[in-house]
């Protein structure tokens, strides 16, 4: 059974870092590409970055040079480092995992309940 936990999220002015975690549980990084998405109420679930074991990172273009994707395969873990944080990055952060390092949401078949991320100006 797959779990996917996520962590770190919080409350942060803008200009400041947060480090996000996700601890996986049934699911193999060799096997599954690990994904990051955001949602604002009344959005649509937005890729953020994704990561497989034996690829490059995607990032989103809103992101790219602030956020770094991470996995740790001893600790079974997927990050999120988000710095120069801006208050469009306010949203519920979720890790998941899928078969293609996509940002596309359908892309990804288990997901984590979520994390709230704040950033005040």
């Known amino acids: 059974q797959v779990q996917l936990v996520e962590s770190g999220g919080g409350s942060v002015q803008a200009g400041g870092s947060l480090r996000l975690s996700c601890a996986a549980s049934g699911v193999t990084f060799s096997t599954y590409c690990m994904g990051w998405f955001r949602q604002v109420p009344g959005k649509e679930r937005e890729g953020v970055a994704s990561i497989c074991r034996y690829g490059s990172a995607r990032y989103a273009d809103s992101v790219k040079g602030r956020f770094t994707i991470s996995i740790d395969n001893v600790e079974n873990s997927l990050y999120l480092q988000m710095d120069s944080l801006k208050p469009e990055d306010t949203a519920m952060y979720y890790c998941?995992?899928?078969?293609?390092?996509?940002?596309?949401?359908?892309?990804?078949?288990?997901w984590g309940q979520g994390t709230q991320v704040t950033v005040s100006s």
């Open positions: 998941a995992a899928g078969l293609r390092a996509s940002l596309i949401a359908t892309d990804f078949t288990h």
